[in-house]
């Protein structure tokens, strides 16, 4: 037996020792000059579990020279796994070190996907190659099935495992829609269409969940990578456009697919789309816009058939103001995605997107009985679908609203305050009146732009 022979057949049975491996056998040469040249080569081969097999080819230079690992799995294909080959390893542990990478105990091994920390995220080709993991075999349990049945175990009572079940549309993916979704992802919710057409700038960083390796990718892109990390189960898709440039159809049929939509744009013309399309297709849908600097906000929650529509909402609180003569800031609403330009703290942009994480999580709960969902519902029987905050003292109609400074004032009022509006349905609105108009008959196309005030 060759020097190379002898030190492999040992070096083998140590990897299997420690690998939890059987059946090491020496399969002689093929004989003839016409042999496929694989075969010709003394060859070892060895089962890893009963689903993975190994065979090993080796030249006289081993263990100088790496050998040549072939590995077939249940899928039946081969495939040659590519040895890290260090020389200043002893010479004796090369071989196991090398596997090593590739197998994590324990066995039995099949295919699944690792971070760089060596645990199996996920079994998904799909998932592990959006969040660039390595390919190893392992029979440890993916840590994605682990977080999966963990999930609800928090939430008892609060929300129901039906959001495992539930696809939500989520358009605008800035300061609200990422953390929003961040959240969702967290509590549960199966499936996620994220759409926004911008990417991710440095200055995103201090109010989103982005983090610094993201900036330049796509918003949508970058947060589908983020919520599988968090889940690697939850089902993403990513649409790195405006949501205009779908087309009337594909938007409405995408609308109408999923079981809430959440318009988180900072664009009110996308904020117009979505509510035109969304109630036409009986999807409930919640708009979240806040004021200037973020010292107020609004959630609008639009259920077609229930509620007014998000433009009659947004009339309706136009008209009260106009008619108790109070002024809130008179600079244009910003949404939630961007706030362009504007200072703002993310914990008061927080605190609106937490009023749209639980009405969502209420609306997304098959059982009415769990918290979030009975919250939901005392909102609508009581007509609250227009809930507005103050982030600052002496916000908005708040000083009104409490009599701030009169005999009767309502004491230990300061910031931050809440109040439900009740819109009421527009009879000549095109979306939610008495003679809607079929959403895909108006055009979805941007008009000319204006210009910010
Ligand atoms: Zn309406």
Same mark, same amino acid.
């Given at each position: 037996m060759s020097v190379a022979k002898a030190r492999i057949i040992e070096d083998i049975k140590r990897a299997i020792a420690e690998l939890g491996g059987a059946g090491l056998q020496l399969l002689e040469a093929a004989p003839g000059?016409?042999?496929d040249p694989i075969a010709a080569l003394p060859t070892l081969r060895c089962d890893l579990g009963a689903e993975v097999e190994v065979l090993v080819c080796w030249g006289e230079q081993y263990p100088v020279s790496p050998p040549l690992v072939m590995l077939t799995d249940r899928s039946d294909t081969t495939v040659s796994l590519p040895l890290r080959w260090?020389?200043?390893?002893p010479a004796d542990e090369r071989l196991l070190l090398a596997l090593r990478e590739h197998f994590i105990p324990p066995g039995p091994y099949v295919r699944g996907f690792a971070d760089l920390s060596g645990r199996v995220l996920t079994r998904d080709r799909a998932v592990a190659e959006a969040l660039a993991l390595r390919q190893v075999f392992s029979g440890q349990p993916e840590l994605g099935g682990i977080v999966e049945d963990a999930v609800f175990s928090r939430s008892s009572g609060l929300v129901d495992g039906g959001l495992s079940r539930k696809r939500v549309l989520v358009v605008g993916l800035g300061s609200g829609g990422s953390y929003v979704t961040n959240v969702l992802c967290r509590a549960g919710v199966g499936e996620f269409v994220l759409v926004d057409g911008d990417s991710v700038e440095p200055e995103n960083l201090a109010r989103t969940t982005? *983090?610094?390796?993201?900036? =330049?990718?796509?918003k949508a892109v970058a947060l589908k990578g983020q919520l599988h990390r968090i889940r690697p189960a939850a089902r993403v898709s990513a649409l790195d456009? *405006?949501?205009?440039?779908? =087309?009337v159809d594909s938007l409405f049929a995408l609308v109408k697919s999923v079981d809430l939509v959440l318009a988180l744009t900072d664009d009110p013309h996308a904020q117009s789309v979505l509510n035109r399309i969304a109630y036409g297709a009986g999807t409930a849908a919640i708009f979240a816009s806040l004021y200037a600097k973020a010292e107020g906000g609004e959630v609008v929650l639009s259920i077609p058939a229930q509620t007014p529509c998000y433009a009659c909402s947004t009339g309706y609180r136009r008209e009260q103001l106009r008619e108790t003569g109070l002024s809130v800031d008179r600079r244009p609403d910003y949404g939630t995605s961007r706030l362009v330009g504007e200072s703002a703290l993310a914990c008061d942009i927080q605190h609106l997107d937490s009023v749209t994480i639980k009405l969502s999580l209420g609306m997304l709960s098959d059982d009415s009985d769990v918290s979030a969902a009975r919250f939901v519902r005392g909102a609508i029987d009581r007509r609250f679908t227009y809930f507005v905050c103050g982030m600052v003292p002496d916000f908005y109609f708040f000083p009104a609203l409490f009599r701030y400074g009169s005999d009767d004032e309502i004491q230990g009022q300061y910031a931050y305050q809440s109040a439900w509006l009740s819109p009421t349905v527009n009879p000549e609105c095109p979306i939610c009146g008495t003679s809607p108009v079929?959403?895909?008959?108006?055009?979805i196309a941007r008009g000319p732009a204006i210009p910010r005030g």
């Open positions: 000059p016409e042999a260090d020389l200043s390893t982005y *983090e610094a390796a993201d900036i =330049g990718q796509s456009h *405006e949501i205009q440039s779908l =087309g079929d959403p895909r008959s108006t055009p």
